[in-house]
């Protein structure tokens, strides 16, 4: 039984740190890309050391994510969980919900969850929304 936790604990480390290369890597890229853009350059060490806080930042990112969406009651990291982790930034909470409105806007209609309306309960026990299988 030990070794099955040590091998499950083993393949989490490894791909922890698949994700923190390829994390690195894409940080690497995008720090030349800018730089170069802007006619400057960036050195490897400072590349690295912005890589490596910029994984620290999204750990600690997720974490609170499922912290939000476990205290709501919810199994799944919505939207709303998001902008919260954004609270203590309003140029980044309000760019955050004005993405959330663009993307709902573009959702067709059928597809948004509609909160009943006592009104129409009738008409919702009648209704029905037929959600092909993919």
């Given at each position: ?38 006619g ?17 930042y ?58 009943k ?18």
């Amino acid at each position: 039984m030990a070794s099955d936790v040590e091998r499950v604990e083993e393949e989490e480390e490894s791909a922890t740190e698949l994700l923190r290369d390829r994390f690195r890597l894409c940080t690497i890229s995008i720090a030349e890309a800018e730089a170069k853009q802007n006619g400057m350059e960036v050195s490897q060490p400072i590349v690295a050391c912005i890589s490596d806080l910029a994984f620290k930042y999204a750990q600690q990112l997720a974490k609170d994510l499922e912290l939000f969406a476990q205290h709501a009651g919810r199994k799944s990291v919505n939207m709303e969980d998001v902008i919260l982790s954004a609270h203590r930034n309003d140029h980044l909470a309000a760019s955050l919900r004005s993405f959330c409105n663009d993307l709902k806007a573009k959702e067709p209609q059928s597809e948004r969850k509609r909160k009943k309306n006592p009104k129409n309960e009738d008409k919702a026990a009648v209704e029905v929304l037929h959600i092909a299988d993919p």
